[in-house]
Protein backbone atom coordinates (compact mmCIF):
# COMPACT_ATOMS: atom_id res chain seq x y z
CA UNK A 1 0.00 0.00 0.00
CA UNK A 2 1.43 3.87 -0.69
CA UNK A 3 1.34 6.59 1.27
CA UNK A 4 -1.61 7.75 -0.61
CA UNK A 5 -3.71 4.98 -0.54
CA UNK A 6 -3.33 5.06 3.20
CA UNK A 7 -4.11 8.65 3.89
CA UNK A 8 -7.05 8.70 1.03
CA UNK A 9 -8.70 5.51 3.44
CA UNK A 10 -7.65 7.58 6.40
CA UNK A 11 -10.51 10.41 4.88
CA UNK A 12 -13.12 7.87 4.24
CA UNK A 13 -16.08 7.90 7.63
CA UNK A 14 -15.20 4.17 8.44
CA UNK A 15 -11.56 3.91 8.49
CA UNK A 16 -8.94 4.53 11.07
CA UNK A 17 -8.52 7.91 12.86
CA UNK A 18 -4.98 7.46 12.33
CA UNK A 19 -2.72 4.90 10.44
CA UNK A 20 -0.50 3.74 13.24
CA UNK A 21 3.38 1.89 11.80
CA UNK A 22 5.16 -0.03 14.18
CA UNK A 23 8.49 0.99 13.41
CA UNK A 24 10.46 -1.75 14.38
CA UNK A 25 13.45 -0.94 12.11
CA UNK A 26 14.74 1.74 14.50
CA UNK A 27 16.11 1.43 17.93
CA UNK A 28 16.52 3.66 20.44
CA UNK A 29 19.80 4.08 22.53
CA UNK A 30 20.85 5.97 25.47
CA UNK A 31 23.53 8.03 26.72
CA UNK A 32 23.25 8.59 30.27
CA UNK A 33 25.83 11.12 33.09
CA UNK A 34 26.79 13.83 33.77
CA UNK A 35 28.94 14.23 30.45
CA UNK A 36 26.47 13.18 28.78
CA UNK A 37 25.93 16.59 26.74
CA UNK A 38 29.67 17.27 26.51
CA UNK A 39 30.97 13.85 25.05
CA UNK A 40 27.90 13.72 22.46
CA UNK A 41 29.41 17.15 21.58
CA UNK A 42 32.60 15.91 20.98
CA UNK A 43 31.12 12.86 18.64
CA UNK A 44 28.11 14.22 16.47
CA UNK A 45 27.38 16.43 13.77
CA UNK A 46 25.00 18.44 15.26
CA UNK A 47 25.40 20.73 17.97
CA UNK A 48 24.14 19.16 21.02
CA UNK A 49 24.64 21.90 23.42
CA UNK A 50 22.22 23.71 21.54
CA UNK A 51 19.25 21.35 22.05
CA UNK A 52 16.36 22.40 22.98
CA UNK A 53 13.37 21.27 25.70
CA UNK A 54 10.85 21.10 23.16
CA UNK A 55 13.06 20.01 19.80
CA UNK A 56 14.97 17.06 18.26
CA UNK A 57 17.56 17.62 15.70
CA UNK A 58 19.05 15.46 12.61
CA UNK A 59 22.65 14.36 13.07
CA UNK A 60 25.49 12.24 11.72
CA UNK A 61 28.56 10.16 13.50
CA UNK A 62 31.16 9.85 11.24
CA UNK A 63 34.87 8.13 10.87
CA UNK A 64 38.25 9.95 11.27
CA UNK A 65 37.83 10.55 7.43
CA UNK A 66 34.45 11.81 7.44
CA UNK A 67 32.58 8.95 6.15
CA UNK A 68 29.33 8.36 8.30
CA UNK A 69 28.90 5.59 10.26
CA UNK A 70 25.32 6.84 11.27
CA UNK A 71 22.68 8.81 10.83
CA UNK A 72 20.57 9.75 13.98
CA UNK A 73 17.58 11.68 15.53
CA UNK A 74 18.91 13.05 19.15
CA UNK A 75 16.93 14.72 22.05
CA UNK A 76 17.33 15.63 25.63
CA UNK A 77 15.42 13.64 27.49
CA UNK A 78 13.21 14.73 30.24
CA UNK A 79 15.27 14.53 33.95
CA UNK A 80 14.11 11.15 35.92
CA UNK A 81 12.95 12.74 39.01
CA UNK A 82 14.70 9.43 41.09
CA UNK A 83 18.22 9.57 38.87
CA UNK A 84 18.29 13.42 37.58
CA UNK A 85 21.92 13.26 35.34
CA UNK A 86 21.34 14.74 31.56
CA UNK A 87 19.66 11.79 29.40
CA UNK A 88 20.15 11.76 25.54
CA UNK A 89 18.47 9.91 23.24
CA UNK A 90 19.74 8.51 19.74
CA UNK A 91 17.15 6.97 17.41
CA UNK A 92 19.18 4.79 14.89
CA UNK A 93 18.33 2.12 12.52
CA UNK A 94 18.35 -1.63 14.43
CA UNK A 95 21.25 -2.70 11.84
CA UNK A 96 23.69 -0.32 13.32
CA UNK A 97 22.58 0.04 16.50
CA UNK A 98 24.80 -2.45 18.46
CA UNK A 99 27.76 -1.50 16.90
CA UNK A 100 27.09 2.28 16.98
CA UNK A 101 26.95 1.39 20.82
CA UNK A 102 30.22 -0.12 21.07
CA UNK A 103 31.71 1.98 18.75
CA UNK A 104 30.99 5.22 20.99
CA UNK A 105 31.79 3.49 24.59
CA UNK A 106 35.42 2.64 23.46
CA UNK A 107 35.34 6.69 23.06
CA UNK A 108 33.83 7.17 26.59
CA UNK A 109 37.16 6.50 28.54
CA UNK A 110 37.05 8.50 31.79
CA UNK A 111 33.78 10.55 31.28
CA UNK A 112 30.48 9.99 33.35
CA UNK A 113 28.74 8.71 30.57
CA UNK A 114 27.03 5.41 30.05
CA UNK A 115 25.30 3.90 27.12
CA UNK A 116 22.82 1.40 26.38
CA UNK A 117 19.74 0.14 23.97
CA UNK A 118 16.95 2.00 25.55
CA UNK A 119 13.23 -0.42 26.30
CA UNK A 120 11.23 1.75 23.86
CA UNK A 121 9.55 0.95 20.89
CA UNK A 122 9.57 3.09 17.99
CA UNK A 123 6.39 4.13 15.75
CA UNK A 124 5.07 6.14 12.84
CA UNK A 125 1.51 8.20 13.39
CA UNK A 126 -0.10 9.82 10.24
CA UNK A 127 -2.64 12.72 11.54
CA UNK A 128 -5.33 10.54 9.38
CA UNK A 129 -9.14 12.75 9.17
CA UNK A 130 -9.61 13.55 12.80
CA UNK A 131 -6.91 15.27 14.74
CA UNK A 132 -9.26 15.84 17.60
CA UNK A 133 -9.48 12.39 18.21
CA UNK A 134 -5.66 12.15 17.87
CA UNK A 135 -4.69 14.87 19.82
CA UNK A 136 -7.03 13.98 23.06
CA UNK A 137 -5.41 9.91 22.51
CA UNK A 138 -1.96 11.59 22.71
CA UNK A 139 -2.92 12.97 25.58
CA UNK A 140 -1.94 16.72 24.79
CA UNK A 141 -1.15 19.41 21.62
CA UNK A 142 1.13 17.66 19.38
CA UNK A 143 4.18 19.63 18.26
CA UNK A 144 3.40 21.22 15.08
CA UNK A 145 6.86 22.57 13.44
CA UNK A 146 9.33 19.72 11.54
CA UNK A 147 11.81 18.61 14.05
CA UNK A 148 9.49 19.83 17.35
CA UNK A 149 9.08 17.77 20.20
CA UNK A 150 6.58 16.90 22.86
CA UNK A 151 7.09 14.79 25.58
CA UNK A 152 2.88 14.05 26.48
CA UNK A 153 2.00 11.16 29.46
CA UNK A 154 2.97 8.21 28.11
CA UNK A 155 5.41 8.81 24.70
CA UNK A 156 7.21 11.31 23.44
CA UNK A 157 6.47 12.44 19.70
CA UNK A 158 8.22 14.21 17.10
CA UNK A 159 7.05 16.09 14.29
CA UNK A 160 8.70 14.61 10.82
CA UNK A 161 9.40 16.11 7.98
CA UNK A 162 7.40 15.71 4.80
CA UNK A 163 6.73 15.59 1.37
CA UNK A 164 4.77 19.07 -0.02
CA UNK A 165 1.19 18.69 0.35
CA UNK A 166 1.41 15.43 2.38
CA UNK A 167 -0.56 14.30 6.12
CA UNK A 168 1.57 15.51 8.95
CA UNK A 169 3.63 12.67 10.65
CA UNK A 170 5.13 11.81 13.59
CA UNK A 171 7.79 9.43 15.40
CA UNK A 172 6.46 8.14 18.52
CA UNK A 173 8.47 6.72 21.03
CA UNK A 174 6.97 4.85 24.28
CA UNK A 175 6.71 1.32 25.82
CA UNK A 176 5.20 -1.49 24.21
CA UNK A 177 1.87 -0.99 26.40
CA UNK A 178 1.52 2.46 25.76
CA UNK A 179 1.62 1.46 22.09
CA UNK A 180 -1.95 -1.00 22.28
CA UNK A 181 -3.22 2.14 24.55
CA UNK A 182 -2.63 4.42 21.78
CA UNK A 183 -4.21 1.91 18.77
CA UNK A 184 -7.27 0.97 21.10
CA UNK A 185 -8.14 4.84 21.87
CA UNK A 186 -8.06 5.59 18.27
CA UNK A 187 -9.53 2.35 16.85
CA UNK A 188 -6.52 1.90 14.89
CA UNK A 189 -3.93 -0.72 16.01
CA UNK A 190 -0.70 -0.79 14.61
CA UNK A 191 0.08 -2.83 11.67
CA UNK A 192 3.17 -3.66 10.38
CA UNK A 193 2.33 -3.52 6.93
CA UNK A 194 2.56 0.16 7.04
CA UNK A 195 6.25 0.30 7.85
CA UNK A 196 6.92 0.27 4.16
CA UNK A 197 4.46 3.61 3.41
CA UNK A 198 6.56 4.86 6.33
CA UNK A 199 10.03 3.93 4.98
CA UNK A 200 8.92 5.64 1.57
CA UNK A 201 7.63 8.89 3.61
CA UNK A 202 11.15 9.08 4.73
CA UNK A 203 12.42 8.80 1.18
CA UNK A 204 10.05 11.28 -0.28
CA UNK A 205 10.69 14.02 2.52
CA UNK A 206 14.70 13.42 1.03
CA UNK A 207 15.48 11.76 4.69
CA UNK A 208 18.44 9.64 4.11
CA UNK A 209 18.75 6.95 6.98
CA UNK A 210 22.53 5.02 7.15
CA UNK A 211 22.30 1.11 7.22
CA UNK A 212 24.43 -1.89 7.38
CA UNK A 213 24.81 -1.95 4.00
CA UNK A 214 25.90 2.13 3.27
CA UNK A 215 27.87 2.52 6.69
CA UNK A 216 31.53 3.98 6.03
CA UNK A 217 30.33 5.48 2.00
CA UNK A 218 29.27 8.84 2.36
CA UNK A 219 30.22 12.22 3.50
CA UNK A 220 27.58 14.09 5.35
CA UNK A 221 27.11 16.39 2.11
CA UNK A 222 27.09 13.54 -0.04
CA UNK A 223 23.37 12.69 0.94
CA UNK A 224 22.57 16.01 1.79
CA UNK A 225 22.27 15.80 5.77
CA UNK A 226 23.64 19.66 5.78
CA UNK A 227 20.79 20.53 3.83
CA UNK A 228 18.12 19.21 6.43
CA UNK A 229 20.02 20.89 9.49
CA UNK A 230 22.35 17.23 10.59
CA UNK A 231 25.45 19.49 10.47
CA UNK A 232 26.49 21.80 12.56
CA UNK A 233 29.45 23.91 10.83
CA UNK A 234 30.53 25.98 14.30
CA UNK A 235 30.17 23.65 17.26
CA UNK A 236 33.63 22.53 16.90
CA UNK A 237 35.46 19.42 17.02
CA UNK A 238 34.18 15.75 16.10
CA UNK A 239 35.51 12.81 14.29
CA UNK A 240 36.00 13.58 10.86
CA UNK A 241 35.07 17.17 11.55
CA UNK A 242 38.02 18.64 8.99
CA UNK A 243 36.94 17.06 5.70
CA UNK A 244 33.29 17.81 6.91
CA UNK A 245 34.04 21.28 6.87
CA UNK A 246 36.68 21.34 3.72
CA UNK A 247 33.76 20.55 1.61
CA UNK A 248 31.51 23.00 2.88
CA UNK A 249 33.89 26.05 2.59
CA UNK A 250 36.06 24.94 -0.44
CA UNK A 251 35.10 24.02 -3.80
CA UNK A 252 31.53 22.68 -5.21
CA UNK A 253 30.66 18.87 -4.32
CA UNK A 254 31.06 16.52 -7.08
CA UNK A 255 28.07 14.39 -5.40
CA UNK A 256 24.47 14.61 -3.99
CA UNK A 257 21.59 12.71 -2.96
CA UNK A 258 18.72 12.57 -5.02
CA UNK A 259 15.21 10.52 -5.25
CA UNK A 260 13.44 8.17 -7.42
CA UNK A 261 10.93 5.47 -8.49
CA UNK A 262 12.05 2.14 -10.08
CA UNK A 263 10.58 1.27 -13.21
CA UNK A 264 9.58 -2.11 -14.03
CA UNK A 265 8.60 -5.21 -11.67
CA UNK A 266 9.28 -4.61 -7.49
CA UNK A 267 12.32 -5.41 -5.76
CA UNK A 268 13.13 -6.57 -2.62
CA UNK A 269 14.19 -2.69 -0.86
CA UNK A 270 16.55 -4.56 1.70
CA UNK A 271 18.34 -6.32 -0.91
CA UNK A 272 18.46 -2.85 -2.66
CA UNK A 273 19.98 -0.72 -0.49
CA UNK A 274 23.66 -0.50 -0.80
CA UNK A 275 23.49 -1.67 -4.11
CA UNK A 276 25.44 0.70 -7.12
CA UNK A 277 24.04 2.53 -9.23
CA UNK A 278 25.31 2.57 -13.28
CA UNK A 279 24.56 5.12 -16.41
CA UNK A 280 23.54 3.50 -19.06
CA UNK A 281 26.14 2.48 -21.40
CA UNK A 282 28.74 2.29 -18.74
CA UNK A 283 30.02 -0.85 -16.65
CA UNK A 284 31.42 1.50 -13.96
CA UNK A 285 29.03 2.35 -11.23
CA UNK A 286 28.56 5.85 -10.33
CA UNK A 287 26.81 5.91 -7.40
CA UNK A 288 25.07 4.20 -4.40
CA UNK A 289 20.61 3.42 -3.63
CA UNK A 290 21.19 4.89 0.05
CA UNK A 291 17.30 3.93 1.15
CA UNK A 292 14.32 1.64 -0.59
CA UNK A 293 11.04 1.17 0.29
CA UNK A 294 8.50 -0.25 -1.37
CA UNK A 295 5.67 2.13 -2.28
CA UNK A 296 2.36 0.80 -3.60
CA UNK A 297 3.30 -0.95 -7.02
CA UNK A 298 6.98 0.13 -7.77
CA UNK A 299 9.77 1.16 -5.42
CA UNK A 300 10.70 4.11 -4.30
CA UNK A 301 14.70 5.28 -3.56
CA UNK A 302 17.42 7.71 -2.57
CA UNK A 303 20.04 7.02 -4.40
CA UNK A 304 23.69 9.51 -3.88
CA UNK A 305 25.34 9.77 -7.50
CA UNK A 306 27.68 12.26 -9.02
CA UNK A 307 26.15 15.27 -10.28
CA UNK A 308 26.98 14.67 -13.65
CA UNK A 309 25.46 11.45 -14.47
CA UNK A 310 22.20 12.36 -12.03
CA UNK A 311 21.53 15.80 -14.17
CA UNK A 312 22.23 14.23 -17.37
CA UNK A 313 20.50 12.75 -20.23
CA UNK A 314 21.23 9.85 -19.94
CA UNK A 315 19.47 6.75 -18.12
CA UNK A 316 20.44 5.38 -14.51
CA UNK A 317 19.91 1.88 -13.57
CA UNK A 318 19.24 0.41 -9.87
CA UNK A 319 21.85 -2.87 -9.03
CA UNK A 320 23.29 -3.38 -12.84
CA UNK A 321 24.07 -2.05 -15.57
CA UNK A 322 21.16 -3.61 -17.22
CA UNK A 323 19.01 -3.35 -13.95
CA UNK A 324 15.94 -1.53 -13.64
CA UNK A 325 15.76 2.20 -14.38
CA UNK A 326 15.79 5.16 -11.74
CA UNK A 327 13.45 7.70 -12.48
CA UNK A 328 13.86 10.88 -10.94
CA UNK A 329 11.71 12.54 -8.33
CA UNK A 330 11.86 15.88 -7.04
CA UNK A 331 13.02 16.49 -3.65
CA UNK A 332 11.16 18.61 -1.20
CA UNK A 333 14.67 20.84 -0.35
CA UNK A 334 16.52 22.34 -3.20
CA UNK A 335 20.19 20.74 -4.01
CA UNK A 336 22.77 23.19 -4.49
CA UNK A 337 26.28 22.13 -5.43
CA UNK A 338 27.55 25.38 -4.33
CA UNK A 339 29.23 24.55 -0.65
CA UNK A 340 30.32 27.85 0.27
CA UNK A 341 27.14 28.87 0.54
CA UNK A 342 25.81 29.42 4.27
Not at 193 to 213: H, K, V, Y
Not at 255 to 278: C, I, N, T, W, Y
Request: charged residues 20%; proline residues 7%; aromatic residues 6%.
Amino acid sequence: MSVQEILSASAQPDAAIAPIAPLDHLTVLEARGADTIEFLQGQLTQDVKKLGDADARLAGYCTAKGRLLASAIVWRAQPDPADPVPRVLVLVDASIAQALQKRLSMFVLRAKVKLAAAPLRVAGVWRGADAAALQTAAGGLLPAATWSRADLPEATWIAAPCAPESSPRWWWIGTDEALQRLGAALASPAQGGLAQAWRAADIAAGLPWITAPTQDLFVPQMVNLELIGGVSFTKGCYPGQEVVARSHYLGKLKRRMFAGHVAGEQLDPQALAGSDVFQEGDEQPCGRIVNAAQDGGRTAVLYESSLAAAQGDVPLHAGSPAGPIILPQALPYALSDDTRSA
